[in-house]
């Protein structure tokens, strides 16, 4: 799958990380349709990069549906968009959980149900889910985010392997402590200390990556941050202990606090 000439729509566009994937796309060629709250900064970013710009706030109900009418056909879908849902989840609400669920994985799910059979119709075309190390080894004051960011990795494999043969691909491009955007760039949170970062260009250049060289799962984080969360997914409770170790629970209690407003 090319990027270039392939209409992709491009879900969360107005955050950070958003803002580079639109960029990395266009610059290869994609036509971009993007969707996003912010209807200013959406508009400003759809001029930029040569887009189109729907608006949508994929928490509200009938939303994901709306999207893909306006969205028209769509040989790539990104899906980008993601609530930080950090905290304890005592101190959500019902509300709040509800929502989280629903932007960082139902719409994810339904959009790919949506689009999915036009694509293995035409025997060509490919998804990229946007999910985080956090799908891989959980952390304290991230159980929702955990949850969501876990069930979208398995969605991906899984579907994945029902569309093998079909000509349609499916990846997981999974960031790691990611800089100047993002959950810690917006909260002003630092990485536990030694911890290295990643940029918002890294993430975009793993997408075009996923989705030319259809790759399964992309990992877009420093070599130790990899091998940390490969031996944290098999050794949860080790992983645990070293986290506390390097005061991460501290730094996620910081992040959550910070974060309360965006849920």
């Known amino acids: 799958m090319r990027v270039s000439g392939s209409t992709v729509l491009l879900t969360g566009a107005t955050g950070g990380i958003g803002h580079s994937i639109a960029r990395a796309l266009a610059g290869r060629g994609a036509k971009v349709v993007l969707t996003g709250r912010k209807v200013a900064d959406l508009e400003r970013l759809a001029d930029e990069v ?17 999207l893909l009418d306006e969205a028209g056909a769509v040989d790539v879908l990104v899906a980008n ?22 932007v960082n994985l139902e719409a994810p ?80 949170a630092k990485p536990p200390a030694g911890m290295r970062t990643v940029s918002p260009e890294q993430v975009a250049a793993a997408v075009v990556r996923a989705v030319e060289e259809d790759r399964a799962e992309v990992n877009v984080a420093p070599v130790e941050l990899r091998a940390a969360s490969l031996l944290g997914g098999a050794f949860p409770a080790f992983s ?22 965006k849920r």
């Not at 040569?50 to 709306?66: F, I, N």
């Not at 968009?81 to 629903?102: C, Y």
């Open 50 to 66: 040569g887009g189109r710009a729907v608006a949508a706030d994929l928490a509200e109900p009938g939303a994901v549906g709306r």
């Open 81 to 102: 968009a993601a609530l930080p849902a950090s905290g304890a989840l005592v101190d959500f609400t019902a509300e709040q959980v509800k929502r989280a669920l629903a």
């Open 109 to 188: 799910i339904a959009l790919a149900h949506g689009l999915v059979p036009s694509m293995v119709a035409a025997g060509r075309g490919h998804v990229v889910l946007i999910g985080s190390l956090a799908g891989k080894v959980a952390s304290a004051h991230a159980s929702l985010y955990n949850a969501t960011k876990f069930g979208l990795r398995g969605f991906a494999l899984g579907l994945r392997e029902d569309l093998r043969g079909s000509g349609v691909g499916v990846s997981v491009v999974q960031p790691g402590f990611v800089r100047d955007a993002g959950m810690f760039a917006d909260t002003g």
């Open 240 to 261: 645990a202990g070293l986290q506390r170790r390097m005061s991460n629970d501290e730094v996620m209690r910081r992040m959550s606090t910070a974060n309360r407003g």
